[in-house]
């Protein structure tokens, strides 16, 4: 496999919605090197039987495993919490998951205990298909702040260095699969706008958790507002 090289006669065709219908090959956008596919959180915790699962979580692995044949680049994250992680409800007395609480002067849900360091629920869904998996990148190890970005913590004090990764390797466009749709495949897309990416959540190869309800709606037209793009699995297509 070429990295970071350009792979031969590989297309994305995005669909275009003019007066209510979708016109197929409207606009054609040839992929190459600059292209990477970025694959949030897909670990067993995330996925049902997990601790803090997605509906149909496991769904997505085989489309996501179908995908990562149209990138050179393709990069993971993964949730990876010391047990001790302020996220975790037991952790604050009287929370319950899903309460909203002040975290160091953030908005902070609690969540049930997940992806602890180490654990078979912070492993990678063992379909995943990660020999074409470039790097890994951890978040959310420090205890008092959650990392829900791919490219930094919530309190926006700390980097991943996945910028700074993709950058090197020339990237321009990154495309996102994985979960949650709404927390960290969301917030990846928001920082990769706001790091001069063209950014493209390919819708199908999410799933969402939609807590609080509606939340799956708001952030997907705030993502849109701010100019990302939506596509699904069936656009990313050999030619
Ligand atoms: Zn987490």
Not at 134 to 147: L, P, Y
């Amino acid at each position: 496999m070429k990295r970071g090289g350009e792979r031969d006669g590989l297309w994305q065709v995005r669909h275009k919605e003019e007066k209510g219908q979708n016109i197929e090959e409207e606009e054609k956008e040839m992929m190459n090197g600059k292209d990477g596919l970025l694959v949030i959180d897909m670990q067993n915790d995330f996925c049902p039987g997990g601790a803090l699962p997605v509906e149909e979580g496991d769904v997505i692995v085989a489309v996501i495993n179908q995908l990562m044949k149209h990138f050179s680049v393709v990069v993971a994250t993964q949730d990876w919490h010391p047990a001790n992680h302020k996220s975790f409800a037991p952790m604050h007395q009287g929370k319950e998951p899903y309460d909203v609480i002040e975290l160091h002067g953030n908005e902070q849900v609690m969540w049930p205990e997940h992806c602890i360091q180490g654990t078979q629920g912070a492993d990678l869904h063992k379909e995943l298909d990660t020999r074409e998996v470039c790097a890994i990148f951890r978040k959310g190890m420090n205890t008092e702040v959650d990392s829900y970005s791919g490219f930094r913590d919530n309190s926006k004090e700390s980097i991943t260095g996945l910028d700074g990764y993709l950058k090197a390797l020339g990237i321009e466009r990154i495309h996102l699969a994985g979960l949650a749709t709404d927390y960290c495949v969301y917030y990846t897309g928001m920082d990769g706008i706001r790091n001069g990416y063209g950014v493209t959540m390919i819708l199908d190869a999410t799933r969402g958790i939609d807590v609080p309800p509606g939340s799956m709606q708001g952030k997907l037209s705030e993502f849109q507002s701010k100019g990302g793009k939506i596509a699904k699995s069936s656009d990313y297509a050999l030619r």
